[in-house]
């Protein structure tokens, strides 16, 4: 578009970052008006996802772009993740028994006195002097000999008094009746169940947000109904003085349109704190408090197709946050049941050991390297095996009753959020009609005063009905979209969500003057 359209423009772009994104573009145009229009378009197109935030502080967002700005370094799903990352790490280290022990132990020792081994020499002379009288019956002189040399004692040195060695040894376990298969499951369903408790909070964030935005785009209509409402009555006041004065009407109907005034002004003046206390509040969730003012431009919204109540109830039992972490529960107690029966069985194992280094300790006595293959097995451990299995059982059998009594309590809340839905659509198709006749009648009565043929009290009290009829519509569209945001997380499908509001018929035809995305202009 540059090279063709625009041959001759040159621009320059200037950005920086202080509290909101501050953009200047200057440019030169060389040539006719339709090359200007090609470039404005051009760069529409290039800084459209850029241009939310404004010079004064005042950024304009839609209810998707505040969930990604929610979700940029928000500490609840920073946590959520570091609960995942602690999970993986769990699984690791029950992963770790399906390898070798490999370890190397060391020691310097100092005994009392030396290991030798002593023998008696009588027990050699004793059979030779044996031998000597068989020949020399009468012999003395061979046989006190035999007698001193059997009175000693014979020493050979095995080790010495000081001992040093380090040895390496390995553990491999080859049998462990299944612990290790089961203790890999425990490890998986431990990460699926931060996964789920991750997509939990994330879904709390998305229904919070959605309740807070479009608290905010709500107290930003009641103010724009309540202004047109004080508009219309302070005009009304206006023309009851003229008409006090040409004495058409009494000082009563004058003073009745005045009060009128008067409260209206009240009520719009509390509808703009609300809305200032909608407006911390959602800037305190996004974690954007530098910003002077956030205009929510996605507008409430009502479908008029809503699938029926059985199908969010069949979502429960598949896609409940809930009953789903409770189903992880149950899975990794009835593999530890499964562990705890494993007890029963001996376990086996290879081991090695490599002496590595030695210091007084001959190789004829310990050897330098030793293979081989033992096993354990618990034969009798005080009933322990038996109370861990009876301890397993019952932690199954509670999440399962607890994951039957979760489906019934997230049915009945099923059931309340719909309804809140379907009372929040009745009141819409109750006021579709009212709304046009209350718009007709304010017209008729305002000319009919101006004519001297309506009282003043017929046209406050048309004015009244037809704010009190907006604002009931307004109400009754927060309640279906903060409903339906709550209904759809409920079920575990808060993704959905972006479709039903874009399908949905918006709040703007209550305002036929306004477009979509028009806020109200709040004066200090």
């Given at each position: 578009l540059i090279r063709y359209a625009l041959p001759k423009f040159t621009f320059s772009l200037c950005v920086y970052f202080k509290h909101s994104l501050l953009f200047s573009v200057y440019y030169i145009i060389t040539e006719t008006k339709a090359y200007m229009y090609y470039y404005k378009l051009f760069l529409c197109l290039l800084f459209l996802p850029a241009g939310l935030w404004a010079q004064s502080g005042e950024v304009?967002?839609?209810?998707?772009?505040?969930?990604?700005?929610?979700?940029?370094?928000?500490?609840?799903?920073?946590?959520?993740?570091?609960?995942?990352?602690?999970?993986?790490?769990?699984?690791?280290?029950?992963?770790?028994?399906?390898?070798?022990?490999?370890?190397?132990?060391?020691?310097?020792?100092?005994?009392?006195?030396?290991?030798?081994?002593?023998?008696?020499?009588?027990?050699?002379?004793?059979?030779?002097?044996?031998?000597?009288?068989?020949?020399?019956?009468?012999?003395?002189?061979?046989?006190?000999?035999?007698?001193?040399?059997?009175?000693?004692?014979?020493?050979?040195?095995?080790?010495?008094?000081?001992?040093?060695?380090?040895?390496?040894?390995?553990?491999?376990?080859?049998?462990?009746?299944?612990?290790?298969?089961?203790?890999?499951?425990?490890?998986?369903?431990?990460?699926?169940?931060?996964?789920?408790?991750?997509?939990?909070?994330?879904?709390?964030?998305?229904?919070?947000?959605?309740?807070?935005?479009?608290?905010?785009?709500?107290?930003?209509?009641?103010?724009?109904?309540?202004?047109?409402?004080?508009?219309?009555?302070?005009?009304?006041?206006?023309?009851?003085?003229?008409?006090?004065?040409?004495?058409?009407?009494?000082?009563?109907?004058?003073?009745?349109?005045?009060?009128?005034?008067?409260?209206?002004?009240?009520?719009?003046?509390?509808?703009?704190?609300?809305?200032?206390?909608?407006?911390?509040?959602?800037?305190?969730?996004?974690?954007?408090?530098?910003?002077?003012?956030?205009?929510?431009?996605?507008?409430?919204?009502?479908?008029?197709?809503?699938?029926?109540?059985?199908y969010f109830k069949n979502l429960i039992g598949g896609n409940n946050y809930m009953v789903n972490k409770l189903r992880l529960q149950e899975s990794m107690a009835d593999n530890q049941l499964k562990i705890s029966k494993s007890a029963y069985v001996p376990n086996i194992a290879l081991f090695g050991k490599q002496t590595l280094y030695a210091d007084n300790l001959p190789r004829n006595l310990m050897p330098r390297t030793m293979v081989g293959v033992g096993f354990t097995w618990n034969i009798f451990d005080g009933l322990n095996r038996e109370a861990n299995v009876r301890q397993a059982r019952l932690t199954k059998q509670t999440l399962t009753l607890g994951r039957e009594k979760a489906r019934n309590e997230l049915s009945v809340l099923v059931d309340k959020l719909y309804s809140e839905i379907q009372n929040a659509r009745d009141n819409v198709a109750a006021l579709n009609t009212t709304i046009e006749m209350s718009r007709e009648l304010v017209r008729i009565r305002k000319k009919s005063f101006q004519e001297g043929m309506a009282t003043s009290t017929e046209v406050i009290d048309a004015e009244t009905m037809l704010s009190k009829i907006q604002i009931a519509f307004l109400m009754a569209y927060y309640q279906y979209d903060v409903s339906l945001a709550s209904l759809l997380a409920t079920c575990g499908v808060p993704e959905t969500f972006w479709q039903y509001s874009r399908t949905g018929k918006t709040e703007d035809f209550i305002f036929p003057t306004y477009e979509s995305g028009d806020s109200p202009i709040i004066k200090e």
């Open positions: 304009s967002l839609t209810l998707e772009q505040s969930v990604s700005l929610m979700n940029k370094g928000n500490r609840t799903l920073q946590m959520a993740d570091k609960a995942v990352g602690i999970a993986r790490s769990e699984r690791q280290k029950m992963n770790s028994f399906w390898y070798p022990s490999l370890n190397a132990t060391g020691a310097y020792v100092h005994l009392s006195n030396n290991i030798e081994v002593k023998e008696p020499l009588k027990q050699f002379t004793d059979p030779a002097k044996d031998f000597v009288h068989s020949i020399l019956p009468d012999d003395r002189f061979i046989s006190s000999i035999l007698d001193n040399i059997g009175a000693h004692t014979l020493t050979f040195p095995l080790l010495q008094r000081n001992l040093t060695t380090i040895d390496a040894n390995i553990t491999w376990p080859v049998f462990t009746g299944g612990k290790r298969v089961f203790a890999t499951k425990i490890g998986n369903r431990m990460v699926d169940f931060a996964q789920v408790g991750r997509e939990e909070t994330e879904a709390v964030l998305q229904t919070d947000l959605v309740a807070a935005y479009y608290a905010l785009r709500l107290a930003q209509r009641v103010v724009k109904v309540r202004e047109e409402t004080y508009n219309g009555l302070q005009k009304h006041y206006q023309n009851a003085l003229k008409l006090e004065a040409n004495g058409m009407i009494n000082k009563a109907e004058r003073l009745f349109s005045q009060v009128s005034m008067d409260e209206a002004k009240r009520e719009l003046e509390s509808a703009r704190k609300d809305l200032t206390v909608a407006q911390n509040a959602l800037k305190v969730l996004l974690n954007v408090e530098d910003v002077t003012v956030i205009n929510p431009v996605s507008p409430l919204f009502m479908n008029d197709d809503l699938p029926n109540e059985l």
